[in-house]
């Protein structure tokens, strides 16, 4: 029977894994050439395998170590999150947050959820909706925080990202071949008829409206039964539909800000908790605004 691994030399092995270098390792560790060696060589022995080839140019992984590498990067993370939470300081207190129904089932979900677990003391409130909702909730003191769209830089924020909003349409149909083009749209929304509408009027596309709806899930649905072609964000375009791209006529609707909203009124180490988590759940779409339409 095999000793128990111990996490730091787990830790050490991925470290000179990723390095492909002892060297190399042992700089970003902190330690000496020789202790990384020797801790290789102990960890090898734990396993009853060699876990590196040795070459003039540094190692690469056995069979063995490939095998052994998953193991050791889901240990070492969980090691890590298990330290993060037992050092976070616990918060208490009600929170009310904002979001747009577009992040509803992508960016936020598990982020909230991870923050209503290590912060179980923590009352946490959400508002699904969409901007014109969030920033009167945000006027009338319902919400702390809100996160909220921006099309022509005129809100005061935090930016969050920069999230374009395209047209999309299924990959199974060929709706934007057909003139006029069926779309899908907000009821009443001066942001399609400013931008949706308009950009398809600016490259001269017939359309014809086939379907109305108050969420981005109904035009997310629309979609995708290949009922129409919709303006949707990017980050949030579903399974089985496509961008529509410039080189096909249809240009990128907007460069939508994404941006976070404070309460002035509402302050304290919760909701500070909340907006780090917030910005960091944001850190995938954080790109410049320059690269936005790349």
Same mark, same amino acid.
């Given at each position: 029977?095999?000793?128990?691994?111990?996490?730091?030399?787990?830790?050490?092995?991925?470290?000179?894994?990723?390095?492909?270098?002892?060297?190399?390792?042992?700089?970003?560790?902190?330690?000496?050439?020789?202790?990384?060696?020797?801790?290789?060589?102990?960890?090898?022995?734990?396993?009853?395998?060699? +876990?590196?080839?040795?070459?003039?140019?540094?190692?690469?992984?056995?069979?063995?170590?490939?095998?052994?590498?998953?193991?050791?990067?889901?240990?070492?993370? +969980?090691?890590?999150?298990?330290? *993060?939470?037992?050092?976070? =300081?616990?918060?208490?207190?009600? !929170?009310?947050?904002?979001?747009?129904? $577009?992040?509803?089932?992508? !960016?936020?979900?598990?982020?909230? %959820?991870?923050?209503?677990?290590?912060?179980?003391?923590?009352? =946490?409130?959400?508002?699904?909706?969409?901007?014109?909702?969030? +920033?009167?909730? +945000?006027? *009338?003191?319902?919400?702390?925080? %809100?996160?909220?769209?921006?099309?022509?830089?005129? !809100?005061?924020?935090?930016?969050?990202?920069?999230?374009?909003?395209?047209? !999309?349409?299924? =990959?199974?149909?060929?709706?934007?071949? $057909?003139?006029?083009?069926?779309?899908?749209?907000?009821?009443?929304?001066?942001?399609?008829?400013?931008?949706?509408?308009?950009?398809?009027?600016?490259?001269?596309?017939?359309?014809?409206?086939?379907?109305?709806?108050?969420?981005?899930?109904?035009?997310?649905?629309?979609?995708?039964?290949?009922?129409?072609?919709?303006?949707?964000?990017?980050?949030?375009?579903?399974?089985?539909?496509?961008?529509?791209?410039?080189?096909?006529?249809?240009?990128?609707?907007?460069?939508?800000?994404?941006?976070?909203?404070?309460?002035?009124?509402?302050?304290?180490?919760?909701?500070?908790?909340?907006?780090?988590?917030?910005?960091?759940?944001?850190?995938?779409?954080?790109?410049?605004?320059?690269?936005?339409?790349?």
């Amino acid at each position: 029977m095999y000793p128990p691994l111990e996490s730091d030399l787990l830790r050490i092995f991925v470290a000179v894994a990723q390095a492909g270098n002892v060297t190399h390792a042992a700089d970003r560790l902190g330690r000496t050439q020789s202790a990384i060696s020797m801790q290789v060589r102990k960890l090898e022995e734990s396993v009853g395998a060699t +876990l590196f080839e040795r070459g003039p140019r540094g190692v690469a992984l056995t069979r063995e170590g490939q095998r052994l590498l998953p193991y050791a990067r889901r240990i070492v993370g +969980l090691v890590d999150e298990t330290t *993060a939470a037992m050092r976070t =300081v616990p918060l208490d207190g009600p !929170v009310r947050v904002g979001i747009p129904e $577009e992040y509803n089932q992508t !960016v936020l979900p598990n982020a909230l %959820a991870a923050f209503a677990e290590v912060h179980p003391d923590t009352e =946490v409130t959400v508002l699904c909706g969409y901007t014109a909702q969030q +920033l009167a909730a +945000l006027e *009338a003191d319902e919400l702390d925080l %809100a996160i909220i769209f921006d099309w022509c830089d005129g !809100v005061t924020g935090e930016l969050l990202a920069i999230d374009p909003t395209v047209w !999309v349409t299924s =990959v199974a149909h060929n709706r934007h071949l $057909e003139r006029p083009m069926p779309i899908a749209v907000y009821w009443r929304s001066s942001w399609c008829r400013d931008f949706a509408l308009r950009s398809l009027e600016r490259h001269a596309i017939p359309f014809r409206t086939a379907y109305t709806c108050d969420t981005s899930g109904g035009l997310r649905s629309a979609v995708m039964s290949g009922l129409t072609v919709a303006p949707l964000s990017r980050s949030n375009i579903p399974p089985g539909t496509r961008e529509l791209t410039a080189a096909e006529g249809f240009p990128p609707i907007d460069a939508s800000r994404v941006v976070l909203k404070r309460n002035p009124r509402r302050s304290g180490p919760t909701i500070d908790g909340m907006a780090d988590m917030i910005r960091k759940s944001f850190g995938p779409l954080a790109v410049p605004a320059d690269q936005a339409f790349g």
